[in-house]
């Protein structure tokens, strides 16, 4: 079967910026665990940072496609804090994929600098 992931993503993407590689790693795990987000599912990694087939100044993210699924259950939509009432019908489907990037915030900074000579020519 062909998954939402195997698309281009790029309807909707959020950029994760921190100063410590170890707190990219630990907010992937949690996007990983299902116990501590239970409606996000994780479809897709492209971890730039190891692949040795990108040159050395493009490894600067990891990718991610996550998927939203509709709740499972009526408490777990309450938690969500989605509007409307729990449709049963709709447990566990696929709502949308995002792309989050997870990223260092130096790395961040470096692409503005680059994309601020953008608007000089």
Do not use: W
Request: proline share 3%; with cysteine.
């Amino acid at each position: 079967p062909v998954s939402p992931a195997e698309y281009i993503l790029d309807i909707l993407r959020c950029t994760i910026e921190a100063e410590d590689p170890y707190v990219i790693a630990v907010f992937f795990q949690v996007l990983l665990n299902a116990k501590h987000a239970k409606n996000l599912h994780v479809c897709r990694v492209k971890n730039k940072f190891i692949d040795r087939k990108v040159e050395k100044h493009i490894r600067t993210n990891v990718l991610l496609n996550v998927m939203l699924r509709y709740p499972l259950t009526e408490v777990d939509f309450g938690v969500s804090k989605m509007l409307g009432e729990f449709d049963q019908s709709m447990a566990g489907n696929c709502l949308m994929v995002c792309e989050v990037q997870l990223t260092l915030k130096d790395f961040v900074y470096i692409k503005r600098l680059q994309h601020s000579y953008y608007d000089i020519t």
